[in-house]
């Protein structure tokens, strides 16, 4: 009870306890906070008493005698103390600090350490006040120092950096001003360093390695700065962007992790000259990642931007002239020439911007002129890998049916927010490492799965923006959020000539027919088979000796580890003529039609039959005949 009077009270006595402050207060000469104040009591002073008068204790503090409130103390246990070895750990005070006698901060204080000094330490102790202190060596002596006071010494990589000496000062054994000083360093002298703890470098000098404080020295003039061509960067942390090339240099900004900065600039010591916002400066190259990205950077409108299931108001015609002008300049005959109402009425029925299924298929399909597109109707590279682009895409009707199919497929997928591949309802944009890794901070949209071109929905926008100038109404057109399910695999496949010869690479079960889900028949790595036909939906028909199978076990984007194909060939001229000899002299025995599969002979050893300056390929005919095309017009497949 803390007031200004104890009434009707009287003092109880017991044993002789301790008692420590809690915080800074005072000694009363009496029982009561009015009273007058004799001395003050400091946070953490232990004091003892053996009477008391309600919550008033009374006691005797340099050399007076009085009474202090209770509840400014806490009953004083001795302290214990927790210890357990470590590794060898290396400490450097953060600010002045207190060297202690114990493991505790109401032990005998020693020395006072200013910021910057180091220890190191083998021994960490946990008292039972809470506090963690690390036991070091000072002067001779053991003393223990609080954890709050140091920083843990990490040694880190940096770009090697030449510094100059600003005054005289010393190498040391250690990162630590208290550390042994190993050889003194002239003003002027120029040392480099890759390494560093904290403000502490490692450097050698005169046959001796040790380290020096950096803020005894400043970046070497001797740097050299170049101008590069615009490089594009993604922050891999958090990056202080600084006025000059150097650590030691004032810091404009911090930028955060992630993000993409464009280096026009580059510094011999490996720092580049990099825009953040509207401040500039310097960052080091150690914690930049070189990117290509598809991320406009300057502002998120136009096409690349746009949600792809607002209604645009492109006309057919608009589309038609677009392609019809493509046609015009290159001489290529287009699939794709008049069926600009045919992307309207698909972009209608399922909701999806029409202007973006064309510009799609535009790119796609290189105004429709491509082989996929000529070859199987496939405007958009559905179904395609990278690895084997024409056999693993599907093959449609028509382009109607391919430009209708790709539209319900957008909409319930890539347009579907509650569908895996969606990424934002926008084109979007990539950004890859020089590995071509994605770095998913930094892509959404469409772009983030579809393509592997981190500039593939910047170039559809452009399409879009050449057929249609783009206006800002598009932020307040309606937007279709009707969900359609995924359209089935259209039916369709490539049938392959006789004779097509092929090798496993590992493993693979064939079934009786196609669709099976038995456990079907396992073949061993190099067995060798025909093959027959891929269906859309990625079966595969071959035949091993006579007997013929269906297998799914096959993954397209990545076939070598399944098969090889030794003389699969596809056409890719228009016309391809086939000769009785290897010479364009010899007489012409049958025209080959563009996209037409071919077998190639085999020799012996099961390698292509060619001529002896390994310009000709020798093909087996469906009649039987054998004949001589030129080798720079066939595509091998699978191989």
Known sequence: MKSNEVSKQSFISFSQTKYIANKTTYLYQSYGNVQKKLVTIPKGTIVQAKKRIGDWYSISYKGKTGYFYIGDFSKYDKITYQTSNTSLNYYITKQTSKLYSKPDTKSKLVYSVSANNGFSSTQKVINSLKETMYRITYKGKTLYINSNDVSKATTTSINKTDYKANKDTYLYQSFGLNQKKLITIPKGTVISSSLKSGDWYRTSYKGST??????????????????????????????????????????????????IVIANYKASNGWYKVKYGKSTGYVSGKYLTQVRTGDPLT????????????????????????????????????????????????????????????????????????????????LFGFGAYDATPFIAAFKFKSVNDCINYIAQEMKATYLNKNNWKYNGAYLGYSTKDMNNKRIDENSGGMNFWYASDPYWGQTIAKHMQNILPYKSSYSKAPINTKVYSQPSIPAGSDVFPAGIQAIMKKDLVFHSK???????????????????????????????????????????DEYKK???????????????????????????????????????????????????????????????????????YIKQELQ
């Open 514 to 556: 196609k669709g099976a889900t038995d456990k079907g028949k396992s073949w061993p790595k190099g067995t060798k088979f025909t093959l027959l036909e891929k269906t859309n939906d990625f079966w595969v028909k071959v035949k091993v000796g006579k007997t013929t199978y269906w297998t799914n076990s096959i993954k397209f």
């Open 299 to 378: 502002s998120h409108t136009g096409y690349q931007f746009i949600d792809l299931r607002t209604k645009s108001s492109v006309t057919a015609t608009q589309i038609n002239n677009y392609i019809a002008k493509y046609v015009k300049l290159t001489g290529k005959k287009s699939i794709l020439s008049g069926k600009g109402q045919a992307f309207i009425d698909a972009g209608n029925k399922y909701g999806v911007n029409s202007l973006y299924l064309a510009a799609h298929a535009i790119h796609e399909s290189a105004y429709g002129t491509s082989l996929l597109s000529v070859g199987k109707n496939n």
């Open 210 to 259: 040790g380290y020096v404080f950096i803020k005894d020295f400043s970046i070497n003039n001797n740097i050299t700065v170049k101008k590069i061509d615009e490089t594009t960067y993604v922050t891999n942390d958090a990056l202080n962007l600084r006025k000059s090339y150097d650590v030691t240099s004032s810091i404009v900004t911090t930028i955060p992790k992630s993000k």
């Open 562 to 632: 399944y098969l090889a194909v030794q003389n699969l060939g596809r056409v890719t001229v228009e016309d391809l003529n086939v000769r009785s000899s290897a010479s364009t002299s010899s007489s012409k025995i049958q025209t080959l039609k563009q996209n037409s599969f071919v077998q190639i002979v085999l020799t012996k050893d099961g390698k292509p039959t060619m001529d002896k300056n390994k310009t000709w390929y020798q093909i087996k005919l469906s009649n039987g005949k054998t004949g001589w095309v030129s080798a720079y």
